[in-house]
DNA sequence: TTGCTCATGTAACAGGTTACATGATTAA
DNA sequence: TTAATCATGTAACCTGTTACATGAGCAA
């Protein structure tokens, strides 16, 4: 139940319609949360009605009119309550794990060629983070538009760093420890 | 949608009621899936009308009845089939990352309260699945009921173990990083 | 007598995904 | 001319959670 809440947190740092947050996901917050667009319009719809929004209407000729949603003195209280609570604890689901728990019942190669895939991932997610990411934070941080800000953004960042090295490990571990023959090895 | 496969996955050990499924997730599978009571038994219907499941009731004196599913031919088909297929990647949903992001609008020691949490929660989780979960494999594997299974339990469990040290550690990292002075830290 | 274990479920709701619908502008 | 970008949404569906209902037996 946080979409409401980072809705609110994107909001604060400008108004924006819809569809601008969804931008904001993919460039940001996609690898620890993500939405879809109907379900972002359907949240801040909600969130209007609950008085943590408020709307105003851009028309546009020949384009669909843009609803630029601003954050309210009721949603920023609504928005700081909810940072101070303890986060609620997330399940963790991966089908890869299930799979690897199962795995005596599947053929080894292709137990092999599923780890490689992880770590191919993983690997490249490493990349960009580092290539991409990195780079963009700490050039708002430079530039002096969000200083502070970007020293979060750079933790949260670091965890995805860490996660993905992590992954990359133990796909390595995992694949050895399953002694696939060396002539398997493409 | 892996939860139906992870079904297929636990009734092909040996046939259980849905009862019996729910305490194998929570006794295994549970740190990297998890489904509660009522979702169990609707998938359980849903896969008997499929063909996946075939039922026996066992008529019980002053109990309800225990129905015993069985995993059929054509679920055994179905299972392997997905047992190959690549996994999906499944989207990573973490209110703790987004408060992180968010950070620079929370009070410093509250957010330090908050990892500090963390770190906790990881670090008993750890301590658990060494002390508690590595034996019960071991064990499993040194009375050979399930020699080979074994290995893929504890491949799947050190992974829980890598992704718990990875966490204390970024707690520890993040917490040294906002430098909150020594008098606070109780 | 309080609460846990066994054992089934239904109903309602919340959260997330996919498919569909519309339509102008602009870059390759 | 094909595809992407901007910009709105609705409808249907799937998945997961919570609350409710029932009821015996047993241990602290």
């Given at each position: 139940m946080s979409l409401p809440h980072t809705l609110l947190g994107l909001i604060n740092y400008h108004p924006a319609t819809g569809y601008e947050i969804k931008a904001a996901f993919e460039q940001s917050i996609h690898f620890f949360w993500n939405a879809t667009l109907p379900q972002i319009y359907r949240t801040l719809g909600q969130m209007e009605e609950k008085g943590w929004l408020s709307v105003t209407v851009e028309h546009q000729d020949g384009k669909p009119s843009r609803k630029v949603y601003s954050i309210t003195g009721e949603g920023r209280e609504e928005f700081r309550r909810w940072l101070a609570e303890p986060p609620e604890i997330s399940p963790h689901r991966s089908p890869l794990l299930i799979k690897v728990f199962f795995?005596?019942?599947?053929d080894q190669n292709n137990l092999a060629e599923i780890l490689t895939g992880c770590r191919q991932q993983h690997a490249a997610m490493l990349k960009k983070y580092r290539e991409e990411i990195m780079p963009v934070i700490q050039h708002f941080s430079e530039l002096a538009k969000a200083p502070e800000d970007s020293r979060f953004w750079a933790l949260s960042l670091d965890f995805g760093i860490r996660y993905a090295e992590m992954v990359v490990e133990w796909c390595d571990a995992a694949i050895e420890s399953l002694g696939i023959s060396s002539s398997k090895k493409d």
């Open positions: 795995g005596n019942q599947m």
